[in-house]
C-alpha cells in the first residue's frame, strides 16, 4: 500500500511517502524551495518524494493531510465571532491568507495530483503528532504527550499507544486541552514580547534563558494557571493571540513585564533591560519545564508505562525535555527528530497506514535521515570549474584528512547522505569544528552563521563516550540521539570544552550511535586519537535566515559565502583558491 502524506499551510511544510508500512522518504518544502520555514503547499516535496520512491501520483493509495481543515475554519471563526468587535479586522486577513486555502485542502490535493477525492483523507493535527513519535520509536507501549501552539481546536493531547502482538496497533488519545489554553502559544508570545520571530526563534528564547535566573517566576504564574484537573488555562487578559493577527501580548502583559524589545535593539547583558529580558526568558522557560513535568508526572502515575513519547513543537525543548526524563518517572523518553508540523507528514501517513486501513506493525527504521542525498561528483564538478583545490580520496583517507583539519582549527561543511527531517542537522549536513575554544564559537558566529553571541552551539560525541563528559540521567544517551535533551557538561571537562559549554554549564549534546550513522563517528574516534577527546562542535550547515543546506551545491555556495575552511560531499574534499 502506497500512501503520501502531506503537512502545509501553517509553517513547515513537508511530504513523506510511506510504503508497505515502512517510510521510503521525506522532505520539508524550505529544503527544496530555499524559503526557511515555508508554509506554502508542498508541491516540490510531494514531487521529489514521489520520483524518489518511483511512484506515479495515480498508483497512490491514500494521500493523508495532517489535520482537519474543517475544523481548523471551525476554530477560526467561533474564535473571531467571541472576540468581534476586535477581530473584525483579524477574520478577513485570515481569511484571505491562508484560511481560504486550509479549506480547500481537498480541491487543491486533487487538482495538483490529480488524485480523486476518495482517496484523500485526513488524521486530526494531534494524531499525527502522536503518530509521528509513537510509530517511529522503538516502543510497543507507551504513553504519548503531544503539545503545541495549536492545531484544529487541541494544543496538548495526552494518551497512550500500543502496537500489538498480532500486529494491529492503538493510539488512544484520552484528554485534551483546547485553544486558546496553550504552552506553545504561551511561549511563542514570550518570544514575540522578547523581539524575535514567532514560530521559528523559541529556540533563542531557551538560549537566552541560560542567561537569566527565573525571577519572574511569580508574574508568568499570573498568566498560565493549573486548574484543579491537572490541566492549565491562560489569564486571557494578559493575551491577544487569540483575537488578533497583529500583536499577541495585552497591554496588561506589557504593564505586568516592563516594555517589549525591539526586534532590532541588541540584547546587551551589562544592561538593565537586556538582564530583564534573559530573566523573563528564564521564567517562562521554568514554568514551561514545571507545567510539563506536572503533567507527565501525572501521566506516569496514570498509564503505569515505563516509556513515554514526546511529540508537537513544544518537545524540541530539550531543557524541558531533560527534566522530564529526570523527574517524571519514566524510564525512557522518546522524542522524534522532527516532533513538530513537518514529522506530521510522515505521521499522518503513518497513522493512515496503521489506524485508517489496519495495516500490519512494522518496525520503522530509528533514524531520521529520510531526504534527498548530497552527490559528491556534483560538488567537485562545480568546484574544480571554479578552480578551486579539489580532492577524491578514499574513505580512511578522507577521514583522516578531515580529522587533521579540524585538529589544526579549520571549520568543516560536512554533507553526507541523505538529508536529515527536522529542524536538527544529525551528521548529514553538519558544519564541524574543534569544540574546545571559546575562540571558535566567537568565529563561527561572526564568519559563518551571523547570529547572536547568546546562541550556544551543541557537540555530538560517540555514544560510547558521552557519559564521560557529559551528566545524563538513565535514559540520556535515548534523549540525545537526535539532540532532544539538554544536559550538563561535567564540570572538569568545561574548560576543554568552552565552545560547545552554555553559560550555564550545560550542552544539548548528540550521542551517535555507529549503526546511525558510520562515518560521523569514525571521524570522532579519527578526532579523538588525535586530540584526546572524540567531541567535535555540530551546528546545522546554514547561514543566519537561510534553511539548511541540501544538495551539495548549495553547501558549495554557502562554502563560497562564508568563513568555513574545508568542504565535504561524500569522498569529495574541496579547499577554497586563495588557501592553496
Ligand atoms: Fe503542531
Given at each position: 500500500?502506497?500512501?503520501?502524506g502531506?503537512?502545509?499551510h ?6 513523506a511517502?510511506v ?6 522518504c521525506a522532505v ?6 530555499r524559503r526557511?520555514?515555508?508554509a506554502?503547499?508542498p508541491?516540490s516535496a ?5 520520483e524518489h520512491?518511483g511512484i ?5 493509495d ?6 482537519r481543515?474543517m475544523?481548523k475554519?471551525?476554530?477560526i471563526?467561533t474564535c473571531?465571532?467571541?472576540a468581534f468587535p476586535r477581530s ?9 491568507s491562508s ?5 480547500w485542502?481537498?480541491?487543491i490535493i486533487?487538482s495538483?495530483l ?8 485526513f ?19 507507551a ?14 493531547a ?8 498480532n ?5 488512544t488519545?484520552?484528554?485534551e486541552?483546547?485553544f ?8 511563542s508570545?514570550?518570544t514575540a514580547?522578547?523581539?524575535?520571530a514567532v514560530n521559528q526563534d523559541?529556540y533563542k528564547?531557551?538560549?537566552l534563558?541560560?542567561?537569566g ?8 504564574r499570573?498568566?498560565i494557571r ?11 487578559d494578559?493575551?491577544?493571540?487569540h483575537t488578533t493577527a497583529e500583536?499577541?501580548y ?6 505586568l513585564?516592563g516594555p517589549?524589545?525591539?526586534?532590532y535593539?541588541?540584547?546587551?547583558l551589562?544592561t538593565?533591560?537586556?538582564r530583564r529580558y534573559a530573566?523573563?526568558a528564564a521564567?517562562?522557560?521554568r514554568?514551561l519545564?514545571d507545567?510539563?513535568v506536572e503533567?507527565?508526572r501525572a ?6 508505562l515505563p516509556d ?7 518537545a524540541?525543548?530539550?531543557v524541558?525535555n531533560?527534566?522530564i526524563?529526570a ?11 522532527a516532533?513538530?508540523d513537518?514529522?506530521?507528514?510522515l505521521?499522518a501517513a503513518l ?6 486501513f ?13 531526504g534527498?542525498r548530497?552527490d ?9 570549474e571554479d578552480g578551486h583545490?579539489?580532492d577524491?580520496l ?8 578531515t580529522?587533521?583539519d579540524?585538529a589544526?582549527g579549520?571549520?568543516i561543511?560536512?554533507m553526507?547522505g541523505?538529508l536529515?527531517l527536522g529542524?536538527?542537522?544529525?551528521g548529514?549536513?553538519?558544519?564541524l569544528a574543534?569544540?574546545h ?7 563561527l ?6 547570529r ?7 557537540p ?5 563516550a558521552?557519559?564521560?563528559?557529559f551528566?545524563?540521567?538513565p535514559?540520556?544517551?535515548r ?10 557538561v561535567?564540570?572538569e571537562?568545561?574548560?576543554r570544552?568552552a ?6 554549564g550545560?550542552a ?11 562515518r560521523?563517528?569514525?571521524?570522532l574516534?579519527a578526532?579523538?586519537?588525535?586530540s584526546g577527546m572524540?567531541v567535535?562542535l555540530n ?5 543566519a535566515d537561510e534553511p539548511?543546506?541540501?544538495?551539495a551545491v548549495?553547501?558549495?555556495s554557502t ?7 574545508v568542504l565535504?560531499?561524500g569522498?569529495?574534499?574541496?579547499t577554497?583558491?586563495?588557501s592553496?
Amino acid at each position: 500500500m502506497k500512501i503520501l502524506g502531506i503537512s502545509a499551510h501553517y509553517h513547515d511544510s513537508a511530504a513523506a511517502v510511506v510504503v508497505d508500512g515502512l517510510p521510503i522518504c521525506a522532505v520539508q518544502e524550505e529544503r527544496l524551495s530555499r524559503r526557511k520555514s515555508d508554509a506554502t503547499f508542498p508541491l516540490s516535496a510531494i514531487e521529489w518524494c514521489l520520483e524518489h520512491a518511483g511512484i506515479e501520483a495515480d498508483a497512490l493509495d491514500a494521500v493523508v493531510f495532517y489535520e482537519r481543515p474543517m475544523l481548523k475554519f471551525d476554530r477560526i471563526l467561533t474564535c473571531a465571532l467571541r472576540a468581534f468587535p476586535r477581530s473584525r479586522r483579524a477574520f478577513p486577513q485570515a481569511m484571505k491568507s491562508s484560511l481560504g486555502e486550509k479549506i480547500w485542502v481537498r480541491g487543491i490535493i486533487s487538482s495538483h495530483l490529480g488524485v480523486p477525492g476518495r482517496k484523500i483523507l485526513f488524521t486530526e493535527h494531534h494524531q499525527s503528532h502522536a503518530a509521528a513519535a509513537f510509530l517511529t520509536a522503538p516502543t510497543r507501549r507507551a504513553a504519548i504527550l503531544t503539545t503545541d501552539g495549536v492545531g484544529e481546536w487541541a494544543t496538548l493531547a495526552i494518551g497512550h499507544g500500543e502496537r500489538r502482538p498480532n500486529g494491529s496497533t492503538a493510539i488512544t488519545l484520552l484528554r485534551e486541552i483546547r485553544f486558546p489554553h496553550s504552552l506553545g502559544m504561551l511561549y511563542s508570545t514570550f518570544t514575540a514580547y522578547l523581539g524575535f520571530a514567532v514560530n521559528q526563534d523559541e529556540y533563542k528564547v531557551m538560549g537566552l534563558a541560560g542567561y537569566g535566573r527565573p525571577t519572574m517566576v511569580d508574574k508568568v504564574r499570573r498568566v498560565i494557571r493549573p486548574t484543579p484537573d491537572g490541566a492549565f488555562e491562560l489569564d486571557l487578559d494578559y493575551f491577544e493571540f487569540h483575537t488578533t493577527a497583529e500583536r499577541s501580548y495585552s497591554s496588561p502583559f506589557i504593564d505586568l513585564f516592563g516594555p517589549p524589545r525591539d526586534s532590532y535593539e541588541p540584547i546587551d547583558l551589562e544592561t538593565e533591560d537586556g538582564r530583564r529580558y534573559a530573566d523573563c526568558a528564564a521564567s517562562v522557560q521554568r514554568v514551561l519545564e514545571d507545567t510539563l513535568v506536572e503533567m507527565t508526572r501525572a501521566l506516569h502515575r496514570e498509564t503505569g508505562l515505563p516509556d513515554l513519547c514526546l511529540g508537537g513543537g513544544v518537545a524540541l525543548n530539550g531543557v524541558a525535555n531533560a527534566r522530564i526524563l529526570a523527574e517524571s518517572g519514566f524510564e525512557r523518553v522518546f522524542v522524534p527528530p522532527a516532533p513538530g508540523d513537518a514529522g506530521c507528514a510522515l505521521g499522518a501517513a503513518l497513522y493512515a497506514d496503521r489506524i485508517h486501513f489496519g495495516n500490519p506493525d512494522r518496525d520503522v527504521p530509528d533514524h531520521p535521515f529520510w531526504g534527498p542525498r548530497a552527490d559528491g561528483a556534483e560538488l567537485a564538478r562545480v568546484a574544480r570549474e571554479d578552480g578551486h583545490l579539489v580532492d577524491e580520496l578514499d574513505e580512511g583517507t578522507l577521514i583522516d584528512r578531515t580529522a587533521e583539519d579540524l585538529a589544526a582549527g579549520r571549520i568543516i561543511g560536512w554533507m553526507d547522505g541523505a538529508l536529515e527531517l527536522g529542524p536538527r542537522a544529525l551528521g548529514h549536513r553538519s558544519i564541524l569544528a574543534a569544540p574546545h575554544a571559546a575562540g571558535m564559537r566567537d568565529r563561527l558566529n561572526r564568519d559563518i552563521k551571523y547570529r547572536e553571541v547568546f546562541r550556544p552551539f551543541a557537540p555530538v560525541v560517540p555514544v560510547e563516550a558521552a557519559d564521560k563528559y557529559f551528566e545524563m540521567p538513565p535514559g540520556g544517551a535515548r534523549l540525545a540521539r537526535f539532540m532532544s535533551g539538554v544536559f550538563p557538561v561535567r564540570p572538569e571537562w568545561r574548560a576543554r570544552l568552552a565552545a560547545i559549554t552554555h553559560v550555564d554549564g550545560t550542552a544539548r549534546l548528540q550521542a551517535l550511535e555507529r549503526d546511525m550513522e558510520p562515518r560521523l563517528h569514525a571521524l570522532l574516534e579519527a578526532y579523538g586519537r588525535r586530540s584526546g577527546m572524540p567531541v567535535l562542535l555540530n551546528t546545522s550547515f546554514n547561514l543566519a535566515d537561510e534553511p539548511i543546506v541540501n544538495r551539495a551545491v548549495e553547501g558549495y555556495s554557502t562554502f563560497l559565502r562564508c568563513g568555513i575552511d574545508v568542504l565535504v560531499a561524500g569522498h569529495t574534499r574541496v579547499t577554497k583558491r586563495e588557501s592553496r
